[in-house]
């Protein structure tokens, strides 16, 4: 969602009088929340009612008689969302199952050495001469106010050691390591969700560093972006931080483990550096989102990787 906000700056930048209207998940809404550039977001509720609310959805979306609707995704829900649009012109990715409605279906090929937000760009192709734009989110004050609380006085960094998926996470020794190595005059902030706390806590005590401060929990999605934005350098697996620090240009490290960069998902920005196991690996990418454990049972993706601030 954070790397489609690059469409809402391309299509904005050419067709400033453009109404732009979003459609995503519940869950992911506050993202966008101050974003100058959407007029509406519609939001749906898969957890309740599923059915009900998606067809309340595509009520609301049918009012607006869209000009064209662009569809980034390739599942089914989606799919129906825009087949029953009534917008006047319908284009998607080939892989939804549903594309056979679309008036206008693009390829997206993974490991073909695009950017995701180049494989978006190409469905706006059809429609007009555009520039793409990087991804951006537009912290607000309350996001602001989160991180002023932080009452932080010193050069500092952040770090982001948690992952949805094992294998795409740095494994916590190295997160001590690193720690370790970053300058004793420099502030380290620890983020994430509240189930990261247990494990930042103990990234924490096995460091034995006393400038480490575990903020997971404490912080909107938009407030870590903006304590991203002034940080000397974020730390980060491939994984929803790495997009936020694009979304706000932070400089910022990526380590990648059972993924790779060729995927089509790595940062994007200006000051970006990508660190991965120095050998190569047979095993390695083990597959696109990464799994629970370790296939081979070694990890040595993750275990090899050298850490060098």
Known sequence: MILATSLVETIRKTLPDAQID???RKGNESLLEGNPNIRNVFVW?????????????IREVRKNKYDTVLNLQRFASTGFITWRSKAAKKIGFKKNPLSLFYDVKIEHEIDKGKHEIERNFDL???????????????????DVEQVDALNITSKYVVMAPASVWFTKQLPMQKWVELIQKIPTD?????????ADQNLLNNIITQ?????V???AGKLSLLASAHL????????????????LASAVNAPVTVFYCSTIPAFGFGPLSDQSTIVEVNEK???RPCGLHGFQSCPKGHFDCGNKIVIIP
Do not use: W
């Open 207 to 211: 460091s034995g560093s006393k400038n």
């Open 228 to 243: 991203m934005k002034s940080a000397k350098r974020t730390y980060v697996n491939d994984s929803a931080p790495m997009h």
């Open 186 to 194: 420099y502030s380290i902030y620890l983020i994430g969700g509240k």
């Open 213 to 215: 401060y575990n903020v």
């Open 22 to 24: 979003f459609v995503l």
């Open 281 to 283: 690996l047979e095993c």
């Open 45 to 57: 509720n898969k957890q309740e009612k599923k059915y009900a609310n998606l067809s309340g959805l």
């Open 124 to 142: 706006i192709k059809a429609i007009g001469n555009f520039e793409l734009c990087k991804p951006r989110l537009y912290p607000n004050q309350k």
